[in-house]
């Protein structure tokens, strides 16, 4: 799927026909979350001229108080337009770089580090494609609009015929996305119950990274208007399977898949392997920022196909790293541990860095492993050289402050505001006392 | 004779329960609830004749609510408007799409209004079945027209045969003129 290629005129024409009336110029910080700065139609033409600014002092990680003026870059081929909102009352967004006003690029803007990772892949003359798959569960909320945990509701609506609510929410909210202008590969009900999985149709990493910030907005929104509470929350509820964001993706070279290799093993090229390896290598690093909550790794453990050992697999659906079936130019990686609470910007410019780094320094993977990991003794698991991924926020954060590689990624701004953050999140959550020990000890001690 | 469904939102308790045995009486099924993401639910879950709801609910913002719901034309909504909120009703009164009135309300006043609105709700969507009946008729017709004329040309023949080449078609193999209108349309047009 490629980038609409809307110019600065075309935006500002297709926002005068149509009428809209308000712009609001996106951008996500550090940990992922969507902010945007809401602009009346007449600042527009300002907006495109990249003359709109913002204190930066006022989003979390961004900067310290002395340095708080930034800009916004507005990216025209993101245009926009939101098709819930009524026809009077038009309102459309644009997507922003952020700039320092010395007309530098922001690097505390995690698009900005995903772009200068996908430089330094274009530099090699690679591309990252790319295609995300979603999962998210649907919740009701209670006579407080407070969300609950609950997918059913077991209230009095015997009388009609059941309507899956979630059904019908996920089917707007795929509607609304077609509309959008964006092409969905698949939406289905996922296996958990009140869980469901919104897959995008494969782009460069770019695209796809802004597809995934869209996608959350639009779930989130269209969810309310149903009454429901969407949470892309790695795992939300002990026992029933968590929420993940599989990342498929291969390395295009002078339009071709550089992945697939008729000639060689499995039909994969040697830069799928060393790409493997070098995600193998640097996957308990990257962690922290594919899995950057303390949340992430209760949905890490085994019996709900989420991956745990450090593995590839042709043959296995619960490894790190599995190779789909389809070749040609269908030849690619799917790499499973991500979560949807991650960043998608720094998720996919860590992935791809350490996928590069393993290009450069030619890293052979181990062989695959395809035989059900979760079955496997520790003495078999040392005997390959398996290892586990994190078990913990605090471990991913260790190794990730032993990374140079993907510290280099990150770039020393981020790296630091990130570690600095992850770390009070981790205290906190370490002090705190919760209902699971007052259960336990409570009577017993 | 189905009766009228009817959800109510919002409002206290005494005087939501004084509103639902107003219209049971008067023949009407209603269902009721106090927060705005419950009757989001319940609206899409049973799609009622008729929706009132209060600008005072809980959880979400009630002339949000009742945006939504008339946004996605799931039942029209009859939306009780709170006194101070008299000025900002008039401002948007040409861009919202549901009808309102505002409190204090008399029971006597809500039900005609509500009687009007679920009588005008009927005409209106009769009226839009008929415009979609005669669209896609026009459609029809017109397609037929243009097939005709291409059968003419082809094969050189009158509008009278060619009018009866396609009847006796859509006779023999049971098919609408409009479908076999497409075919030929598909194969001899452009």
Sequence with gaps: ?445 | MNSLRMVVAGFSDVTRKKIKNAFSQKGYMVHECNDGATALRLVRNIKPDIVIIDSDLKGMNGYEVARIIEGDGIAPVLFIASAFQEDLMDVIKDRSMFTYIVKPISMHNLISTVEYMTANYRRLSKMQEEINRLKNSLEARKKIERAKGLLMKYFNISEEEAYRKMRKDSMDRCLSMEVIAEEILNKYGN
């Excluded at chain 1, 009095?156 to 309507?163: G, I, L, N, R, T």
């Excluded at chain 1, 789909?324 to 720094?346: F, Q």
């Design chain 1, 1 to 445: 799927m490629s980038r609409r290629s809307y110019t600065k005129e075309d935006v500002l024409r297709m926002s005068k026909e149509l009428g809209v009336e308000f712009i609001h110029l996106q951008f996500t910080d550090i940990f992922g979350e969507l902010k945007s700065v809401s602009i009346p139609v007449e600042q527009l033409e300002k907006a495109l001229n990249n003359e709109i600014m913002f204190d930066g002092s006022s989003v979390h990680g961004f900067v310290r108080i002395e340095e708080s003026d930034m800009y916004l870059r507005p990216d025209p081929s993101t245009f926009v337009i939101f098709p819930w909102r009524p026809k009077e009352g038009l309102e459309a967004r644009l997507i922003c770089d952020v700039y320092n006003p010395d007309g530098t690029p922001f690097e505390g803007c995690p698009r900005n580090t995903l772009k200068r990772v996908m430089k330094e892949a274009e530099e090699m003359g690679y591309t990252l494609y790319a295609g995300p798959e979603c999962e998210f569960y649907l919740f009701l909320t209670d006579e407080k609009g407070e969300p609950t945990t609950i997918t059913h509701d077991n209230a009095s609506y015997f009388d009609y015929a059941p309507v899956d609510l979630g059904e019908n929410a996920r089917r707007e909210m795929v509607l609304t996305l077609k509309e959008m202008g964006f092409e969905v590969e698949a939406s289905h009900h996922e296996v958990g119950p009140g869980q469901h999985e919104i897959d995008f149709k494969y782009g460069d990493a770019l695209t796809i990274a802004d597809n995934i910030m869209t996608l959350k907005m639009v779930v989130r929104i269209i969810a309310q208007k149903h009454g429901l509470h969407a949470t892309f929350m790695p795992k939300p509820v002990f026992g029933i399977p968590g929420s993940g964001m599989h990342i498929h993706q291969s390395l295009w070279k002078d339009g071709k898949n550089t992945f697939y290799d008729p000639s060689k093993e499995f039909e994969l090229g040697e830069i799928a392997l060393y790409y493997i390896g070098g995600l193998m290598t640097h996957a308990r690093a990257f962690s922290a920022i594919t899995n950057p909550t303390v949340n992430s790794y209760k949905r890490l453990v085994s019996g709900f196909e989420a991956p745990v050992y450090i593995a590839w697999a042709t043959r296995n659906r619960s490894p790190l790293i599995r190779i789909p079936a389809k070749r040609g130019n269908s030849t690619r990686i799917e790499l499973r541990n991500p979560d949807p609470s991650c960043n998608p910007y720094l998720a996919l410019a860590v992935t791809l860095k350490a996928g590069l780094d393993g290009i450069k320094n030619k890293i052979q993977p181990p062989a695959p492993v395809n035989r059900n990991i979760y079955k496997m003794t520790e003495n078999e698991l040392d005997d390959l050289d398996i290892v586990r991924l994190p078990e913990s926020l605090r471990e991913a954060l260790d190794e990730l402050s032993k990374d140079e590689v993907i510290k280099e990624a990150l770039g020393e701004h981020i790296y630091t505001m990130f570690m600095d953050a992850k770390l009070l999140e981790w205290n906190e959550y370490k002090n705190y006392v919760t209902k699971w020990e007052l259960d336990k000890y409570l009577t017993r001690f």
